[in-house]
């Protein structure tokens, strides 16, 4: 048996927080893009070569606004909230499976007065985000919904 | 924007089912190795490399009994039961986490009179499993907890 992996069995603890599993909030500026979102990864296998993270939003938080080469898998796990993936924006509730196609832009925001958490499968070894130009922003808020969706 | 993707936004419907994913009850027979269990593939995207699986067993049903070099990242989404990894039986709740590395054997049971729910992440490209010999499942059953987990 591969003894290089860590313990079999982490069990969840209270408010979606996991033994064993670090609880890295991001930590933001008055520039930064998000807000009030942290990130636990809970799978971290080198066989698997994906990840499979946790992130969460605490009320009226949301994830940054980007895009890139690499696609991501995402259940939502906790909460309700509001997902926009290209000029596409819906509510979100736990359960609900979104595939983030490469070079959509995407963003999570937790609109609904409570905590939005989800998992996020995605490759090991992938590209960095890109962040939306001035230009970029204006072509996207020419979609009402995505217009609303960006002003919060 | 890739375009070969499904649709991007799959909500969840009542019971732990997805529109759009297929439903994949194993068929069993007296000799099945398993019993209730199904299967449906939330995530299959080639640029992974990873897969997304929900597996649900009814109360009462239980995985196979197996081992093979490929990792499992499993996350527990509904109800209670036990598992088994190497020789180590657990009981198992709601978002608890399970590695099941290279070659150990390993088995849910749906014990606690429900279903018994779990997310599993795998590589797409995998060896298929192997079955214990008898001689396997008495040295298995050398270990006190996992003779009284096998026995059901």
Chains 1, 2 share one sequence.
Request: contains cysteine.
């Amino acid at each position: 048996m591969d003894t290089e992996h860590g313990p079999v069995f982490r069990p969840a603890q209270h408010d979606f927080r996991w033994d064993g599993v670090a609880h890295l909030p991001y930590k933001q500026d008055g520039s930064a893009p998000f807000k009030d979102i942290s990130r636990q990864v809970l799978f971290h296998e080198a066989a698997l070569g994906c990840e499979l993270r946790y992130f969460e939003m605490e009320a009226d938080g949301y994830s940054t606004l980007e895009r890139h080469e690499h696609t991501h898998a995402v259940m939502i796990l906790r909460g309700h909230g509001q997902c926009m993936v290209g000029t596409e924006v819906r509510a979100v509730k736990p359960l609900d499976l979104v595939t983030i196609p490469a070079w959509a832009w995407h963003q999570f925001r937790a609109t609904d007065g409570e905590a939005l958490g989800f998992l996020c499968m995605v490759n090991q070894v992938r590209d960095r985000p890109a962040l939306p130009t001035e230009a970029e922003l204006q072509a996207m808020r020419a979609h009402p919904d995505v217009a609303r969706f960006l002003a919060g």
